[in-house]
């Protein structure tokens, strides 16, 4: 008994096909998106094609009364063992002239939810000692361009809240991935303002191999999964460089490029 999935973001993209790969791994699913045509026409596709049980919660996940409600149910529901916070959105642009309900759409729904819905699901995990959360984030979670501060904002918490959170839940039985996409064939680009086309295609990856390759590296058990690197001794570096940046931090003394008097700059 594989239990419920919560997939979030089912009714398009990524989520849609994370839906699928975790119904053909026997999981019952628990669906959520605003869009309920597309979720009920994909729960039913999925449960003529797969033994499973496939349920529909509509739901904007950056309005707080719907997210308390779908964090409710996460929280009550015995039979959920898989959560996959994959909803995001994103909007392109300089800063200058951006609109409040773009910022607060990309931190509520990309930020707030999937850290309210974690928590939702963590007290019963840990009381079973397992379950499974994949945290759906991307490279621009390392990286940040003149068009993407407050996405990149966004990505840049997934990505430090997830390795937080694996630190934390180290040894307690449950599973926590972070997965980074590069660019992926979604419908996000669209919404974002920069259309796909406008991209190379040669670096487009289809959301089929992105959520396959993702499932691959659950399966590998890697706690980062980053679907397009590779050259993935190049994450080793950079986690090496990261570790050794926080030990040199670690002292009392400013460093000396900031003792000014010395200089004879104060
Ligand atoms: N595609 C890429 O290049 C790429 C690269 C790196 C990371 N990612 C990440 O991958 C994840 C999936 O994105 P995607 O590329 O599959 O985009 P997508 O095709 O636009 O799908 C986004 C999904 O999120 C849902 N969603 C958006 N706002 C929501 C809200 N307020 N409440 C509930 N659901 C909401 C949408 O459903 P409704 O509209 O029906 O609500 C849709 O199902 C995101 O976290 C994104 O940041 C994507």
Same mark, same amino acid.
């Given at each position: 008994?594989? +239990?419920?999935? $919560? $997939?979030?973001?089912?009714?398009a993209g990524l989520?849609?096909?994370?839906?699928?790969?975790?119904? !053909?791994?026997?999981? %019952?699913?628990?669906?959520?998106?605003?869009?309920? %045509?597309?979720?009920?026409?994909?729960?039913?596709?999925?449960?003529?094609? #797969?033994?499973?049980?496939?349920? &529909?919660?509509?739901?904007?996940?950056?309005?707080?009364?719907?997210? %308390?409600?779908?964090?409710? !149910?996460? +929280?009550?529901?015995?039979?959920?063992?898989?959560?996959?916070? @994959?909803?995001g959105t994103s909007t392109l642009g300089p800063?200058?002239g951006s609109k409040?309900?773009d910022?607060?759409a990309m931190?509520?729904? @990309?930020?707030?939810?999937?850290?309210?819905?974690? &928590?939702?699901?963590?007290?019963?995990?840990?009381?079973?000692?397992? +379950?499974?959360?994949?945290?759906?984030?991307s490279?621009l979670?390392?990286?940040?361009l003149p068009i993407s501060?407050i996405y990149?904002?966004?990505?840049? #918490?997934? *990505?430090?809240? *997830?390795?937080?959170?694996?630190?934390?839940?180290? +040894?307690?039985?449950?599973?926590?991935?972070?997965?980074?996409p590069a660019a992926t064939a979604t419908d996000i680009w669209d919404i974002s303002g920069v259309p796909l086309s406008n991209l190379d295609p040669d670096t487009v990856m289809t959301a089929?191999?992105c &959520? %396959?390759?993702?499932?691959?590296?659950?399966?590998?058990?890697?706690?980062?999964?980053?679907?397009?690197?590779?050259?993935?001794?190049?994450?080793?570096? #950079?986690?090496?460089?990261?570790?050794?940046?926080?030990?040199?931090?670690?002292?009392?003394?400013?460093?000396?490029? #900031?003792?000014?008097?010395?200089?004879?700059?104060?």
């Amino acid at each position: 008994m594989r +239990g419920t999935a $919560v $997939v979030t973001g089912a009714s398009a993209g990524l989520g849609r096909i994370y839906a699928d790969r975790l119904a !053909r791994r026997g999981y %019952d699913l628990l669906l959520v998106a605003r869009r309920a %045509d597309r979720l009920a026409e994909l729960a039913t596709e999925l449960e003529a094609q #797969y033994p499973i049980r496939a349920e &529909v919660l509509v739901a904007d996940l950056g309005e707080a009364r719907d997210l %308390d409600r779908v964090a409710t !149910r996460l +929280g009550e529901d015995e039979a959920i063992t898989c959560l996959v916070n @994959n909803a995001g959105t994103s909007t392109l642009g300089p800063l200058s002239g951006s609109k409040a309900s773009d910022e607060s759409a990309m931190i509520n729904v @990309n930020v707030t939810a999937l850290t309210r819905l974690t &928590v939702a699901v963590l007290e019963r995990f840990r009381r079973l000692s397992s +379950g499974t959360i994949v945290n759906v984030g991307s490279v621009l979670g390392f990286h940040s361009l003149p068009i993407s501060a407050i996405y990149s904002g966004t990505k840049g #918490y997934v *990505t430090n809240f *997830t390795r937080g959170l694996q630190e934390e839940l180290a +040894g307690t039985g449950i599973v926590v991935q972070l997965v980074a996409p590069a660019a992926t064939a979604t419908d996000i680009w669209d919404i974002s303002g920069v259309p796909l086309s406008n991209l190379d295609p040669d670096t487009v990856m289809t959301a089929g191999d992105c &959520v %396959d390759a993702s499932m691959a590296g659950l399966a590998l058990g890697e706690s980062v999964t980053l679907t397009s690197v590779e050259d993935i001794q190049l994450f080793s570096d #950079y986690e090496t460089a990261r570790l050794k940046l926080l030990s040199a931090s670690q002292t009392s003394r400013p460093a000396s490029r #900031y003792n000014l008097s010395k200089q004879g700059t104060a």
